[in-house]
């Protein structure tokens, strides 16, 4: 296993722990200081009212410092409200030597995101200093971005005194998205993917909770992609039979690193994560189980992965006419799928196009 899959799984643990809403944030930035391998990284809040930033978590600082809101680096973020990368900050005119002068520190490199809230303002800034080894890259905000993004929705839950369960399901829901950034699908095939699922679970007959469970721990399907080489995950071609065996161990890589989970999301993305390649006419891996032996939940994400992965451009494949899609689904009711699963979903066809609809992909690989 690489070492980005061990810290998230060793971070989901953590925060799954955490009771404490400062310690949640103290977690996800320990966790976004590790993702990007910087030897610093620190999460600012931003008080509109006194016009200044404030942090209880500073690796290497004592607790709540307080920074001015408009000079430096970390309003350049909020100014701005974008990412920025400082690659010379003592050439820089926002990095103010200051702190490194009292301090002894040497600051080489710099990056900034923005924390956002739904109305996209700025209430925080994400600031990573020191990439361990050379630079940081575009990847390295991408990874910020992600945990930026539910870092947001976790400080957001707290001002609006949701549980604190109930941010954890968010959260967990988020760890799919690093999955996904990893294996450089969009964010929007988790949120399609968890859509379908609740279609075919609920006209399935599956209870209201279960059908939410299901949708909860839907995006954890591909978790164990993340112990996939980058080279051949991201190979534009066709792959050989040795690097398809590779890709299968997806699937109990998944299952492994989530079955102990005493919690009940994990332990249904533990299900799914093992047996959405399983095939009805028992063809699929990785253990060739057959018809109803395969958990009706990965029969359900069989389905709502495989259609979500022809309708969309992969770094191997452009997406499929929907006329082909369908024909495939024809064809293979019975043979890779539940044909009960299948009849759902050709009586609810029009929901399925609506999703795919509302969550389209920003952006499509060069083909
Ligand atoms: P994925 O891209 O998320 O695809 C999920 C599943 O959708 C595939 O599982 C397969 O059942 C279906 N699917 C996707 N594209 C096609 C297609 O062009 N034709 C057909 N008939 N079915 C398709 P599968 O095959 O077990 O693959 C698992 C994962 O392995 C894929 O996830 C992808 O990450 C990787 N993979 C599979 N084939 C290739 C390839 O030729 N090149 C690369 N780079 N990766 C591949
Ligand atoms: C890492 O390995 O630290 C980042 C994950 C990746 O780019 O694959
Ligand atoms: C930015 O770089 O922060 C703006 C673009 C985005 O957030 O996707
Ligand atoms: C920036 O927007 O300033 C950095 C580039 C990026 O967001 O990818
Ligand atoms: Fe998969
Ligand atoms: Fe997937």
Known sequence: MDKATKLIFEYITKIEKEK??????????????????????????????????W?????????DVELPGDTGTISLARVEN???????????????????????????NIMVVPIRNIH?????????????????????????????????????SALLYKEIEETQK?????????????????????????????????????SINETELVVMASPMHDIGKIAIPD????????????????IKTHTTIGWELLKFSKRKILKTSSIIAYEHHEKWNGRGY????????????GRVLAIADVFDALISDRCYKKAWPIEKVISLFKEEKGQHFDPDLVDIFFDRLDDFLEI????????????
């Open 231 to 246: 080279d051949i995950l991201h190979k534009p071609g066709k792959l050989t039979t040795d690097e398809f065996d590779v």
């Open 356 to 367: 795919k609809n509302k969550y389209l992909d920003e952006f499509t690989y060069a083909h």
């Open 82 to 108: 974008k990412a920025f990368i400082i690659h010379d900050p003592y050439n820089n005119p926002h990095f103010n030597p200051d702190v490194d002068e009292a301090t002894g520190y040497k600051t080489k």
């Open 55 to 63: 942090t209880k978590i500073a690796h290497g600082l004592q607790k």
């Open 170 to 206: 968010e959260v967990i829901f988020r760890m799919g998205d690093i999955a996904e950034a990893k294996s450089k699908e969009t964010g929007n095939h988790i949120k399609r993917v968890a859509e379908y699922t609740r279609i075919l679970c609920k006209n399935y007959g599956l």
């Open 120 to 156: 996209n303002e700025v209430i925080g800034v994400y600031q990573a200093v020191n990439k361990l080894l050379g630079d940081f890259t575009v990847y390295d905000i991408k990874f910020l971005k992600l945990v930026s993004g539910y870092s947001s929705e976790i400080i957001e």
């Open 20 to 53: 404490n809403i400062d310690n949640v944030l103290q977690v996800l930035s320990e966790m976004a200081r590790d993702l990007v391998e910087s030897d610093r990284c620190t999460l600012w809040l931003y008080n509109e009212e006194k016009n200044i930033f």
């Open 286 to 297: 990785p253990r060739g189980i057959a018809g109803t032996d395969i958990h009706i939940y």
